[in-house]
C-alpha cells in the first residue's frame, strides 16, 4: 500500500470500515461505511486502535454489542473473550484486515 502525507507515522488511506461480516456487496467485499478522507497510522509497537473522536460511539457500540466495558483515562477496557465481539473490516488500497 503507498504511504500518504509526510507524517513520522507510516499513514495509509482508509477506504471503508465494516463492523461485522454478514454482510457483503456485490463484488463479495465487507459492506461498509465510506470513510474517504480517513487515514490510518500504521504502529507495530502497541496493540491500541485510534479512531476519529466522532466515529467512536457508533463503533464501540457495534464492536461490543451490548458487552460491559470500562472507561478509565480516555482508554475503554473490556473482557478478552473474542466470542463477544463483532469482527472488524478495515480496508485500506485493495486489501481488507481483520480485526
Avoid: H
Amino acid at each position: 500500500m503507498p504511504l500518504t502525507g509526510s507524517s513520522k507515522y507510516w499513514t495509509v488511506k482508509v477506504n471503508a470500515v465494516r463492523v461485522g461480516g454478514s454482510n457483503y456487496n456485490s463484488d463479495n467485499t465487507p459492506a461498509g461505511w465510506r470513510l474517504t478522507s480517513s487515514v490510518a497510522y500504521l504502529e507495530t509497537a502497541t496493540s491500541l486502535l485510534y479512531v476519529p473522536k466522532s466515529f467512536f460511539p457508533t463503533l464501540i457500540v457495534q464492536i461490543l454489542g451490548g458487552n460491559y466495558y470500562t472507561v478509565s483515562e480516555g482508554f475503554y477496557w473490556s473482557t478478552c473473550d473474542l466470542s463477544k465481539y463483532q469482527m472488524l473490516f478495515i480496508a485500506m488500497g485493495q486489501y481488507y484486515f481483520v480485526i
